[in-house]
């Protein structure tokens, strides 16, 4: 196990770097760019997220413009100069990415294009968010699924197993923005019942309540996001764990243990549990993964969450490439390292498992 994890993690340098490679070479020849953006803000024009004006753009008018930056194209020279010396576009293809690369092992992000703080502090400032709305989405996930699909197993075949099935199946079919916009409406926008706050993950007096009401105005912020983002991930963990528990139930040693007359619950809780619960205890940091990822950076756009999900937006909104990058090289860098977290955790819950022949 030992030369797996040492192996893993030399390939996660140069995963990072293969990451950055390409994502740099994507931004050189996408169009738009943040000379292009602050261009189309100076002549109060808007620029969509793929970098084409919008409408009332005078575009015939900036044919003749020349650059060798392809996020100017389209801007008076002058101007276009000022700003790629502004943002560092000034410099060679090849003196920017050898910069990058070796800032990034230093994990110096540099600072963001638009705000006066260093990348590093602006994801130090949102990870809490992310990092809370993952990690108590898993929770409910955990909680719910597993009780559930322990019980599915006891009950396959009958109509509490069928109609489960077809619960679960609907709720992970269900798009994750569209039931949070269905949530805003019947439980925060007012039109029917108002019982959450719209937005935010804490009031705007947070700071002078008391411990109570400091935990207590936390969770009513973060209650709708959570279940937002839980509602798909019931089906997948609630299906592994019946068939989990069916494929042990199903073996000779439990058929061996009725024989002799044990309890049903000693049977399930002492031989079932144990076995089937190691491949479910395994898999949390990849739903972890999932759940930080995936889920967290819709959620956070519709709720207006200042975590790393709508700082990359934002960022990709603005051209900020500084905080693309560094939020970009954060999210590798985590899934990374909950990747090995999840196969050495696989190792230790089960040491049948070799990963050193892989």
Request: glycine share 12%.
């Given at each position: 196990m030992r030369s797996y994890i040492l192996k893993r993690l030399l390939l996660i340098p140069l995963t990072l770097l293969g990451i950055l490679t390409i994502n740099f070479a994507i931004i050189q020849l996408a169009p738009g760019g943040p000379v292009e953006y602050m261009m189309a803000k100076y002549r109060g024009m808007n620029v969509d997220a793929t970098g084409a004006f919008k409408a009332g753009a005078d575009i015939n008018a900036n044919q003749n413009a020349a650059s060798?930056?392809?996020?100017?194209?389209?801007?008076?020279?002058?101007?276009?100069?000022i700003l790629k010396k502004?943002?560092?576009?000034?410099?060679?293809l090849h003196e920017r990415y050898i910069k990058m690369i070796k800032d990034y092992?230093?994990?110096?992000?540099?600072k963001s294009y638009y705000q006066d703080k260093s990348v590093l502090t602006l994801i130090k400032e949102r990870m809490p968010v992310s990092v809370s709305l993952g990690l108590w989405s898993t929770l409910i996930i955990y909680l719910i699924s597993i009780p559930l699909?322990?019980?599915?197993?006891?009950?396959?075949?009958?109509?509490?197993?069928?109609?489960?099935?077809?619960?679960v199946i609907v709720g992970s079919a269900i798009p994750v923005f569209l039931f949070a916009v269905f949530l805003i409406v019947f439980f925060a926008g007012g039109t029917y019942f108002q019982f959450f706050p719209l937005r935010g993950l804490t009031s705007d007096n947070f700071e002078t309540l008391s411990m109570f009401g400091k935990i207590k105005d936390y969770f009513w912020h973060i209650t709708l996001p959570v279940l937002s983002i839980a509602i798909g991930g019931f089906a997948g963990l609630t299906m592994l764990t019946k068939n989990s528990f069916l494929d042990e139930l199903g073996k000779q040693y439990i058929l061996t243990a009725r024989a002799k007359g044990l309890d049903e619950n000693q049977i399930l809780y002492k031989h079932v549990f144990r076995n089937a619960m190691l491949i479910i205890i395994a898999g949390f940091p990849s739903l972890l993964i999932k759940m930080l990822f995936t889920g967290s950076v819709l959620?956070?756009?519709?709720?207006?969450?200042?975590?790393?999900?709508l700082l990359g937006y934002e960022a990709i909104m603005t051209r900020d490439y500084p905080v693309i990058f560094g939020t970009l090289y954060?999210?590798?860098?985590?899934?990374?390292?909950l990747k090995l977290l999840s196969d050495?955790?696989?190792?230790?819950?089960?040491?049948r498992i070799n990963f050193d022949k892989v």
């Open positions: 060798s930056y392809q996020g100017a194209s389209g801007v008076p020279e002058d101007m276009a100069e502004q943002f560092g576009f000034d410099k060679p092992a230093r994990f110096d992000f540099g699909g322990i019980k599915k197993a006891l009950k396959d075949g009958t109509k509490f197993d069928a109609y489960t099935t077809a619960l959620i956070e756009v519709v709720f207006s969450l200042n975590g790393l999900g954060i999210f590798a860098l985590l899934g990374l390292v050495i955790t696989y190792s230790l819950v089960d040491p």
